[in-house]
């Protein structure tokens, strides 16, 4: 069954980000759905006669969305954007009646939310494509390298070590993730929609930090995991993770609207008094989340901006203010070191990049296969632990781990079809395209100490959004006038 979900998946992903015509774009959504429910049945689904008319139901009412949806086409980029963080606190498994319930103990579900969005619009495009509507060509640098990337992680739970893991990424992250590329990516692109999108970055990060000050000042926390609980018990500090699990998470988030913020605040898309106590009140809630990681990604990313569109006094004091904080942070690393080890030092970070490592150099072409990381480096390890402690918490070191040597060039490949074509919203349209590389850079950063890089939404919401700008056409060129010299009168003969 897991046979059929990997090829189906891998074919469906290549012919819905590809497809320039309506039996390739309808064939491939079909794969994808065909996908979706052997993997539901890999994982214990059971097709009973109540869920299937649930199912239907279900089905009968999203088929209603899609019909509003296609009068205001314009609303899937927003819809998206908004949905695009949110979790449900729901618990998906063959344990529950239903196969659905509500979680328990502070634990959040899936992107339940989006997924909703994402079935609306896609039925939404299936019905524009059956009416004879146009199936529009996604960008080549984001179509390419993203439908190759996903073929090859889907196809990878062919020899994967962990099934379970891998069919879960499959299942609620990448496939899905690949109709939202497909989807968002052919979406009308309004006049509106960047000014749209600011505000729903900066209104979703401030939201999340008036949630984690409240949870600061009251010491309880909404969702999180079982062993923040644990560890705020005994820390002097207390950890907040608003609406979400994590609080490097949380932290992720709140960043990414701060970058957004301070990308206006250079283009003078705002003004300072505002912007000032909006960012206030984002670093307050990010603050409380003690997350490392998301101070990191927040430092590079306005730094990075500042050198970009900044003047001259504030280049030089980002070069400074650089140089300043990596000064101190060698100081304050060498002084750890030199007190303790460096695996206590890095918070157990060293280990587990040393055996993520021997798993790439132990499976060096096509890796270990998707999710097998974790597994296989417990493996490695002379000491036994929970499955958990062994994630390398690294991007690249993961993609290396569990695709080999082909999946890193696909990543890179992304990454520089990203890079690509942001860079070409930035020369079309600067506060757009500098935002959407913030945040893009933002999740990259971030992702280098946290993972979790492909797994979020809004890595793939970036591009389907540079996609369907990119999609727009291209206004005429002004004709520059020609001027011509007088002739000089030729006297009559």
Partial sequence: MTTGAAILGALGAVAVLIAGRRVVLLGGLVALAAAELLLARAGGLNLSTKLVAAGIAGFVVLVGLAALL?????????????????????????????????????????LLPLYVVLAVAAIALAWDSLRGGPVLLLRREIAVPTAAFLAFASLSLLWTEDVGSGRNLLEYFLLPFAVLVAVVGRAPFTERLPRVLGVIAVGLASLFAVVGVVEAATHRLIFYAHNLQVSNAYTSYFRVTSLFRDPSLYGRHVVLGIVVLVVCLWLRKIDLVPAAALIALMWAGLYFS????????????????TLVVGDRRGRQVAAIAAATVALVAVGIAAAKVAHTSVRKATSDRSRRITLTARVFAHHPIAGVGIGGQPRATQKLATHFGPLQNFVSHTTPLTVAAELGIVGLLLYVAVLAGAAR???????????????????????FVHSLAYSGFFEDPITWLVLAIAASFLGLPRPAPIPTPVVTEPREAVPAR
Avoid at 290 to 305: G, H, K, N, R
Avoid at 433 to 442: E, R
């Fill in 70 to 110: 296609r009068r205001a086409r314009w609303l899937v980029i927003p819809l998206a954007a908004v949905a695009a963080p949110f979790r449900l606190p729901l618990d998906f498994g063959s344990g529950h009646r239903f196969y659905v319930a509500i979680a328990h103990g502070g634990q959040l579900g899936r």
């Fill in 421 to 443: 074509a942001l860079d070409a919203v930035r020369r079309r349209h600067q506060a757009l395209g500098l935002s959407l590389a913030a945040v893009f850079l933002a999740l």
């Fill in 290 to 305: 003690y997350s490392q990681s998301s101070y990191a990604a927040l430092f590079v990313v306005v730094l990075a901006v």
